[in-house]
């Protein structure tokens, strides 16, 4: 399968119909092999605009949600960033492409797909990541402060240690509400003072955690 072409031609779609208009990110996108994040018994789908699953009852996000999330996230290139989800690592690697002078933690509770995103990252070249295996809610306080905190996994409210790990100027973007419906919140620190932002509905697999589900 010509997975090249199949990828550049879903990142047009992404642009034409809006979700795509960053520079920085429609290059990630079109860089970063999707297919290659996924179990061989779904790489035929992987520019197919849906969620897939990925074992250990995770999916991979659709990829209209992950231009949604990284175009919301901002991301500049100096930037340190802070995932919770790993899941596969597709969606650290696409923030790893554009933050080349930065570097990208992220958390996963998984042990397998830790290893999975550990291994696919290290063999697509992306030396700025390193995953973790622990508690998402409670961030990575030893690696603090993060200018970007991106959460892939459903809250039911915004997890305190997430908010604390940021840095000024920085934003939190966070699914938050029911484990069947979520608000994607953009949570923004400047000046020592909180603001929120409602970005829309969305739908992604529960945060467990102590601060979570």
Not at 1 to 26: P, Q
Not at 75 to 93: D, F, M, P, W
Not at 122 to 141: A, I
Not at 166 to 183: D, K, N
Request: charged share 25%; net charge negative.
């Amino acid at each position: 399968m010509d997975f090249a072409s199949k990828r550049l031609k879903l990142v047009e779609k992404l642009i034409k119909n809006g979700y795509l208009k960053t520079d920085s990110v429609i290059s990630a996108m079109r860089k970063v092999p999707r297919e290659l994040f996924l179990p061989l018994e779904v790489r035929d789908s992987a520019y197919v605009d849906t969620p897939l699953p990925i074992g250990h009852n995770q999916t991979i996000s659709a990829p209209h949600m992950v231009a949604i999330m990284t175009e919301s996230l901002k991301v500049e290139s100096s930037n340190k960033i802070l995932e919770i989800g790993s899941g596969s690592g597709y969606q650290a690697a696409v923030l790893a492409e554009i933050a080349q002078d930065g570097f990208v933690c992220t958390i996963e509770r998984i042990k397998p797909l830790v290893e999975w995103a550990e291994m696919k990252l290290h063999e697509c070249g992306f030396e700025n990541t390193s995953v973790f295996e622990s508690d998402g809610t409670l961030g990575l306080p030893g690696n603090a402060p993060y200018d970007r905190v991106i959460v892939t996994a459903a809250a039911p409210h915004v997890p305190k240690a997430l908010v604390e790990q940021l840095a000024e100027g920085g934003l939190l973007l966070i699914p938050v509400g029911g484990q069947g419906y979520q608000e994607l919140k953009r949570v923004t620190l400047k000046s020592g003072e909180l603001s929120e932002e409602n970005l829309g509905g969305c739908v992604f697999v529960p945060l467990i955690g102590k601060d979570g589900w």
